[in-house]
C-alpha cells in the first residue's frame, strides 16, 4: 500500500519547529554546574524526535546534524561525561543550523554549507575531547557517520528506518512505530496498519479502545487515516529490549510528556486549524454583526408595543451575535509568550558579543493579542531589546563605578488597559542623555528648541537615520531600526511612549490595539458622509468658537485650545467633499494625537461610538490618502475609517491628500 508521504510535510514542519523551541528553551535555562537530568533527557528527545522524523521524509542534512548532536547529548544525559559552558554554546548553534534547514525544506532561504560543516565539527570534537564526568570510566564516542538506508513498505505501510550505527531498527526513538502482525488478519486488516510518530516505545497504545481513542484524538506527530473502528489489537511491543532503562524517562508528545496524566475528556485536547478558516470565520461573523445592525436600525422605527416580541428576539440576536464575534476573535489570540520567548536567547547572545552581563525578566507572558499583530509586534520589540542592551545597558565596569549591580536588568512586560495591550520594554541602564540627542538633532538639521519637552526630546531617537552612537559596530550606529519601529508600530494602529531619567534607565511603552479586526471608534458626518475617527486616538472633541480660529502664512489655519495653538484639519477640505452652507459662529472640532503630535480635525456632526468591523480597502479595491480602512454600518451605508497618523503629517498641505 502506498503512501504519499508528503501530505504529512507540515505536520512535521510545525512539529519540528516546536521541538526546537522547547530544546532552546531547556539550553538556555540550564544550570551548567548542575544540570537538571530531567531538562537534559527532555533536550535529548527533542532532537531524537526531530532525527525520527527527518530520516522518515528523507531530509538527510537535517538527521546528519541531530545525529552528531544526540549522541553528545545521549552521553551527557547518561553522565558519562560534565556539561559545559561551550557545549550550551555549540548545542544553540545547532539549533539555528536545524532550523536554517528546516526553513529550506519550507521552501525558504538557502542553507550555508560553511555553517553547518563547522557545527558538525564542532560538535565532533566536542563528543570525542570532552572530559568525562567525576566518577565515570571514558567512553569511546559513536562515529558521527550517517548511511541512507533504503526504506522499505512493510505490512503496515510505514517506513522502518536503520540505525546509522547499529543496524538496529530504530522506531522506539522517534520513526515511524510499526505494530505487530497480531489479529489483523480475524480483524479484516491484511495489508493495512496503524502507527504513530512516536518518542519512546512507552508511546505506543495498550488497547484498541486507547489505539482508537488517540486515533480521534491526534495523538502523536500524526496518525495514519485508518477507520477508528478498524484499529488493529496491540500485543508486544516491537523492541521490548528498550523498554528498560528509556520507559521511566518519560515520552514528550506535543509537549506533554507521556508520564503524565492523559487528557480525562476531549475538552482539554486541540486541533491544528489553518488560520485562512479561522479568518473567513471572522469574516462571516463580522457579516452576521453588520446584518444584526441592519435589523436594529429597521426596527427601531417599529412599534414596540405592537411588535413585543419581535423586539424581543431582536435583543436576543444582538447578545448571541456579540458573543459569538468574542468567541471566534478569541481563537486568533495568542499568548505574547510566542513573542517574549525569542528573547532570552537574544539577550543572551548580543550581551556576550558586548561583554555585558544582562538578565531579562519577562512579565505578563500568557497576555493574549490577535495573532496578526502577534506576527508584526516581533521585530519591533527585537529592535528595542538589542537598543537597550547596545545603548542602554552599561559595562560592569561601568556599572559598578556607579554604585550599581554588575548585571543590569531588562524587563519586557505586558499588560491589557482598556481595549489595548500595552508591552513594556524597560532597562536599569543609563537612560537617554537630553543634551547629547539635542546635539545630534542639530548636527542633522533638525528643527529643535532648546524650552521642548524631554518627551518631544526622546521622540527625536524615531528619526530616520538618528543614531547617538560613537561607532559603527554590527550591532548598531547607522541609525536605522527605531525609525522602523515607530512606523511599524503605527501602522499597526498603536504608538510609542518613552520615559527615560539619566543614570537610572529608559522605559518605552507601545500600546497596541487588541486587534486588527475590529475598532472601537466615533463615527461623525461631513456633508453625506460619514467617517470613523479610532477612539486610541481621541482625545477629546469641543465647539470651537470662530474668535479662537488665526491664520497661518501659507493659508493654513491654527485653533487656540487651553493654552496651545493646534493646526486645523478640514475633512471637507482634505476630501474636497462639495460646500454646503454652514453655521459659522462655531465649529465642531475633535482633537486627535499621533507620535506626539496634536491637530484638530473639523467635522459637521458627532454621530456616536461605535464598534466597527474592519475592511480592507486595499484588498477590495485601492489605497486611499487619509483613509485606513472601511466599514458598514447599520443602514448599509459604507464608512470609511481615518488614518490619523497619516492625517497628522498634512495640514497645509490638504489638498494633496484628496483622493
Known amino acids: 500500500m502506498s503512501i504519499d508521504i508528503t501530505q504529512f510535510y507540515q505536520v512535521f514542519f510545525e512539529e519540528a519547529a516546536e521541538h526546537l523551541a522547547t530544546m532552546e528553551s531547556l539550553l538556555l535555562e540550564l544550570d551548567v554546574a548542575d544540570p537538571s537530568m530531567d531538562d537534559l533527557n527532555a533536550i535529548f528527545r527533542s532532537a531524537h524526535s526531530i532525527k525520527g522524523g527527518s530520516g522518515t521524509f528523507g531530509f538527510n542534512d537535517m538527521t546528519e546534524v541531530t545525529h552528531i548532536l544526540e549522541n553528545l547529548l545521549d552521553r551527557l544525559r547518561k553522565q558519562e561525561m560534565k556539561l559545559t559552558d561551550e557545549m550550551v554554546n555549540v548545542f544553540l548553534e545547532a539549533g539555528d543550523v536545524i532550523h536554517m534547514q528546516l526553513d529550506v525544506h519550507r521552501g525558504e532561504g538557502v542553507v550555508d554549507e560553511a555553517k553547518v560543516m563547522t557545527v558538525c565539527e564542532k560538535l565532533q570534537r566536542l563528543t570525542t575531547t570532552a572530559a568525562p564526568a567525576a566518577g565515570t570510566e571514558t567512553v569511546a564516542p559513536e562515529k558521527a557517520e550517517i548511511t541512507e538506508q533504503p526504506k522499505q513498505e512493510n505490512a503496515y505501510g510505514f517506513f522502518d528506518e536503520q ?11 522517534g520513526f515511524f512505530d510499526e505494530l505487530p502482525a497480531v489479529t489483523a488478519a480475524s480483524e479484516g486488516l491484511t495489508g493495512q496498519g496503524y502507527g504513530l510518530f512516536v518518542d519512546e516505545p512507552t508511546q505506543l497504545p495498550s488497547t484498541p479502545q486507547q489505539a482508537q481513542q488517540e486515533i480521534q484524538q ?84 417599529v412599534d414596540s408595543g405592537l411588535y413585543e416580541q419581535l423586539q424581543s428576539g431582536l435583543h436576543q440576536l444582538e447578545r448571541n451575535t456579540r458573543d459569538l464575534q468574542e468567541v471566534i476573535m478569541s481563537v486568533r489570540m495568542l499568548p505574547i509568550s510566542f513573542v517574549f520567548s525569542r528573547f532570552p536567547r537574544v539577550v543572551r547572545d548580543l550581551a556576550g558579543k558586548l561583554g555585558k552581563q544582562v538578565e531579562l525578566k519577562t512579565m505578563g507572558e500568557g497576555t493574549e493579542l490577535d495573532k496578526g499583530l502577534i506576527e508584526k509586534i516581533a521585530d519591533p520589540l527585537t529592535h528595542l531589546v538589542r537598543n537597550s542592551l547596545d545603548h542602554g545597558i552599561e559595562s560592569p565596569e561601568k556599572r559598578l563605578a556607579t554604585g550599581k549591580p554588575e548585571k543590569g536588568t531588562i524587563t519586557l512586560k505586558a499588560s491589557h488597559q482598556g481595549g489595548n495591550i500595552v508591552i513594556e520594554v524597560a532597562d536599569d541602564g543609563g537612560g537617554l542623555n537630553r543634551s547629547k540627542i539635542l546635539s545630534k538633532a542639530r548636527e542633522r538639521g533638525l528643527p529643535v528648541r532648546e524650552d521642548i519637552t524631554d518627551q518631544e526630546v526622546w521622540m527625536l531617537i524615531f528619526e530616520a537615520g538618528f543614531s547617538t552612537a560613537e561607532v559603527v559596530t554590527d550591532v548598531s550606529g547607522r541609525g536605522v531600526g527605531m525609525d522602523v519601529v515607530k512606523r511599524n508600530i503605527s501602522a499597526m494602529g498603536g504608538r510609542v511612549e518613552i520615559e527615560s531619567a539619566e543614570g537610572l534607565g529608559t522605559r518605552i511603552l507601545i500600546r497596541l490595539p487588541l486587534t486588527l479586526a475590529i475598532l472601537d471608534g ?112 447599520g443602514d448599509g451605508k459604507v464608512a470609511l475609517i481615518l488614518d490619523v497618523a497619516a492625517l497628522s503629517t498634512t495640514p497645509g498641505r490638504q489638498n494633496k491628500m484628496a483622493a
Open 218 to 301: 491526534g495523538y502523536g506527530f500524526f496518525e495514519k487515516l485508518v477507520p477508528p473502528q478498524a484499529a488493529p489489537a496491540v500485543a508486544e511491543f516491537a523492541h521490548p529490549e528498550r523498554r528498560s532503562g528509556e520507559a521511566e524517562e518519560g515520552a514528550v508528545v506535543r509537549g506533554r510528556r507521556a508520564t503524565d496524566k492523559a487528557p480525562a475528556s476531549a475538552d482539554n485536547t486541540s486541533i491544528r486549524v489553518n488560520v485562512e478558516k479561522v479568518d473567513q470565520l471572522i469574516n462571516l461573523v463580522g457579516e452576521l454583526v453588520i446584518t444584526q445592525a441592519m435589523l436594529a436600525q429597521s426596527a427601531a422605527s
Open 522 to 633: 466615533l463615527s461623525v458626518a461631513v456633508g453625506q458622509q460619514t467617517y470613523i475617527i479610532p477612539l486610541g486616538y481621541i482625545i477629546e472633541s469641543l465647539l470651537m468658537a470662530e474668535s479662537d480660529l488665526r491664520t497661518v502664512s501659507g493659508g493654513g489655519h491654527m485653533v487656540h485650545v487651553r493654552g496651545e495653538y493646534l493646526p486645523l484639519l478640514a475633512l471637507r477640505e482634505v476630501f474636497k467633499l462639495p460646500c454646503e452652507a454652514a453655521n459659522k459662529d462655531t465649529r465642531i472640532v475633535v482633537i486627535v494625537e499621533s507620535e506626539g503630535k496634536k491637530i484638530a480635525v473639523e467635522v459637521d456632526e458627532l454621530l456616536g461610538q461605535h464598534q466597527v468591523v474592519i475592511k480592507s480597502l486595499e484588498s477590495n479595491f485601492r489605497k486611499l490618502p487619509g483613509i485606513s480602512g472601511a466599514t458598514i454600518m
Open 163 to 173: 540505525s546509522a550505527t547499529t543496524g538496529e531498527t530504530d522506531s522506539g526513538y
